[in-house]
């Protein structure tokens, strides 16, 4: 994926605001970016942070057989990597023009300028030495990765410590922290790169350029260099023509800001090994501070609690009585509910599902008398009728006929009982006691 270009907007802007001697981030010209070092729990992991931009280093180590030209040096293999999570403009998988010319402008910082003593790092000549592979990834892409690479490279080699071995004639033993203590690399120095940006054909130049600054800039000169001012390498791309005195100026610059450095990484390296052997906290984890929301850990305040409760009982004896807690009383309109053992119900189910079974068909007992036509029941219900409805599940229908009436022995299908239903007038639960009182009158 290609980076989305600027604007002329946003171009002429950064170049007027670089040629009234300002940046984007407030710097100065020849400022740097606060740095960062962070440790992992294991020697030889490590996290730098220039401003923005973040890469993480690992160094790992194993016995492998030399070169046949170099039979008792070691092997020191750089790897830089660039992926998405940095910026959308990384391809994953995919070697870019910037990922060769970044680790071939390491190779030539740290291993061509001889930091570290191969040498010690032979176990058995022609056969047996260790090789040191250093990992880098880029965790966050804002400008000038080349010098965060070179800082975390050097400083996870310093960090990093290998395992001690043991030879008896053809057999190499190799011996785990637990049994023996790792030994550091060693270090001849400390080789950082520094990068200078020029704009306007080498008129304006800029220390620690961001990455809207390399996107307008015309060349870049990297340096890399020791606190003892000993050059180590240098590039120039962009196809700009630099003058000598401009690059004179660049390495007093890159001096200083090399020394300062430095001594930041020795001051890093020192508080870590001394937090390790006082037994104190390290690693990624342990580096965050603990009043942060990120904070995996709160340091525990000791609260004094001597006379809490007298105190408490003073203020609650002084409190008036209008001001104590008193529960308010639960008013339950008609038609609210509530959930839980031993609570009255108003929702008035119970009285719809009375209604509902007093609807329901009713079934006469056998001997009962018939209800004749229509003109018959008509008048029997003029003379006397009383419908009594029994405390039990089934109801009964009993009615109540003037003396001297005929008693017609017939069945009562289905029909008469919806015609019951619907002509009778059947009284709910709640005139029970009414209907039974005139029952019994009659």
């Not at 870019?96 to 910082?109: I, T």
């Not at 790092?121 to 990765?145: F, M, P, S, Y």
């Not at 410590?161 to 550091?184: A, L, M, W």
């Not at 104190?280 to 305040?301: C, H, M, Q, V, Y």
Request: include cysteine; proline fraction near 5%; glycine fraction near 6%.
């Amino acid at each position: 994926m290609r980076e989305t270009p600027l604007s002329n907007c946003e171009r002429q802007f950064i170049l007027q605001a670089i040629a009234e001697r300002q940046r984007l981030d407030g710097r100065q010209t020849y400022d740097y970016r606060n740095i960062k070092i962070t440790f992992g729990t294991e020697y030889g992991c490590c996290i730098v942070e220039l401003g923005k931009t973040r890469v993480l280093a690992q160094v790992s180590c194993e016995l492998v057989t030399p070169k046949l030209s170099r039979p008792t040096e070691g092997i020191i293999f750089f790897n830089l990597e660039l992926s998405p999570m940095a910026s959308p403009t990384f391809e994953a998988g995919r070697q870019s023009e910037l990922l060769v010319k970044l680790n071939r402008l390491l190779e030539r910082c740290l291993r061509n300028s001889k930091c570290i003593d191969t040498e010690s790092l032979c176990v058995v000549a022609g056969a047996k030495v260790w090789q040191i592979r250093v990992d880098l990834h880029l965790l966050n892409h804002d400008g000038n990765i080349i010098d965060v690479a070179s800082i975390a490279a050097i400083v996870a080699l310093s960090h990093f410590k290998r395992p001690d071995v043991s030879i008896q004639g053809e057999e190499v033993t190799v011996y785990s922290p637990e049994e023996r203590d790792p030994i550091p690399l060693s270090i001849h120095h400390m080789p950082i790169a520094v990068s200078f940006a020029f704009f306007q054909q080498g008129t304006y130049l800029l220390v620690d350029p961001i990455e809207h600054e390399e996107r307008v800039m015309d060349g870049l000169l990297v340096i890399a260099m020791n606190k003892h001012r000993e050059l180590c390498t240098i590039q120039s791309s962009g196809g700009i023509m630099l003058l000598k005195d401009q690059v004179l100026r660049c390495t007093k610059i890159a001096g200083v800001k090399v020394a300062e450095i430095t001594e930041l990484m020795q001051k890093a390296l020192e508080n870590d090994k001394k937090v390790r052997q006082e037994g104190g906290k390290f690693g990624f984890a342990e580096s965050i501070p603990n009043k942060r929301i990120t904070a995996f850990k709160l340091d525990e305040a000791s609260v004094a609690t001597d006379g809490v409760e007298e105190q408490v009982e003073e203020i609650v004896s002084k409190a008036e009585p209008s001001t104590r807690h008193i529960p308010k009383p639960i008013v339950r309109a008609p038609g609210t509910g509530q959930i839980g053992e031993g609570i009255q119900n108003e929702w008035m189910i119970d009285e719809l599902e009375e209604e509902e079974e007093d609807e329901e068909d009713i079934v006469p007992e056998p001997g009962a008398q018939s209800l004749g036509t229509d003109n018959e029941r008509a008048n029997r219900h003029t003379d006397a009728e009383v419908i009594q409805l029994s405390d039990s599940e089934e109801e009964e229908v009993v009615i109540l006929e003037p003396e001297g009436t005929e008693k017609k022995g017939r069945k009562i299908n289905s029909e008469d009982t919806q015609q019951i239903s619907t002509n009778k007038v059947v009284p709910n639960n709640k005139n029970k006691k009414k209907q039974k009182k005139k029952g019994a009158q009659l």
